[in-house]
């Protein structure tokens, strides 16, 4: 069985992986936490190599300080440094063009309404930081990691939706010779183990409290001895020995006594 504190240490890492990437990708610390990334053409693109999303901005990261980054996108930030971020806020748009010249003109957009969903995360690192809470003091129910699971999966389902917005536009990007490809970041696969996680504590949290009620009812207290001896689920054996332990122990002499004073006298 694992031990408590064992439990306590794996899910802190757990509530870690989940509140990192949603802090900002601004930070250089945890400028590579970012959830889905598209690859550019650089040569076509301003030297832009890649763009990196995250929950509350994006960051464009250039080859080289060569070009003029808002002729492709849009807003743009002139900081001459090679990692430019947008201002964090809640539901971020961007915009990329070709550039001037460009045998194929156009553009394509990630409107803030899908930006808007990723903030998700954060609500998930919230029931994740209240889980761990409860752990620490050994009070965790499983009520509250099931409304915290179905809070990650509302997440999982609001990163399947923008994964398939951005494969969209990563598409678009690609004809107009802008685009190479995309990919899920390093923030999404914590995301996923944290979830995986919590997923677990949750079905360990049901054990344990059957557990605590199968001993619970091993010792045959009077309120659980009236249930059904089915909702215990023991074996024969253990109900004969409950049933024994509740007539002829504890509630013997008292039931005898109800008896013989609800008995009519001759």
Not at 195 to 219: A, N
Not at 236 to 263: E, G, I, Y
Request: aromatic share 12%; net charge positive; proline share 6%.
């Amino acid at each position: 069985m694992i031990q408590h504190k064992t439990r306590l240490f794996l899910f802190f890492c757990a509530t870690v992986m989940s509140v990192l990437p949603t802090i900002s990708i601004q930070n250089p610390a945890l400028s590579t936490l970012d959830l889905f990334r598209v690859n550019l053409n650089s040569s076509a693109a301003s030297n832009i190599g890649e763009v990196r999303f995250g929950v509350w901005s994006f960051c464009l990261h250039r080859t080289s300080l060569v070009g003029e980054i808002c002729d492709t996108f849009s807003p743009c930030n002139l900081t001459g440094t090679l990692r430019l971020c947008s201002e964090q806020r809640y539901g971020y748009g961007l915009t990329l063009s070709a550039t001037a010249g460009s045998e194929k003109p156009g553009s394509k957009s990630v409107t803030p309404a899908w930006t808007r969903a990723l903030a998700s995360h954060a609500a998930v690192s919230i029931m994740m930081v209240i889980c761990f809470i409860l752990l620490c003091f050994n009070s965790a129910n499983p009520l509250v990691y099931a409304f915290a699971i179905f809070v990650a999966f509302i997440s999982f389902l609001c990163d399947i939706a923008f994964n398939y917005h951005l494969k969209s536009v990563t598409s678009s990007l690609v004809n107009l010779g802008i685009g190479k490809n995309y990919k899920p970041g390093p923030g999404f696969a914590l995301q996923i183990i944290s979830g995986i996680w919590l997923l677990f504590e949750f079905f360990w949290s049901l054990k344990m409290k059957r557990m605590k009620i199968t001993l619970r009812d091993l010792s045959c207290p009077f309120p659980s001895a009236l249930l059904p001896l089915w909702s215990c689920r023991l074996d024969p054996m253990t109900q004969s020995r409950c049933v024994s332990s509740f007539f002829h122990q504890d509630f013997r002499l008292p039931m005898r006594s109800a008896l013989r004073t609800l008995s009519p006298s001759p």
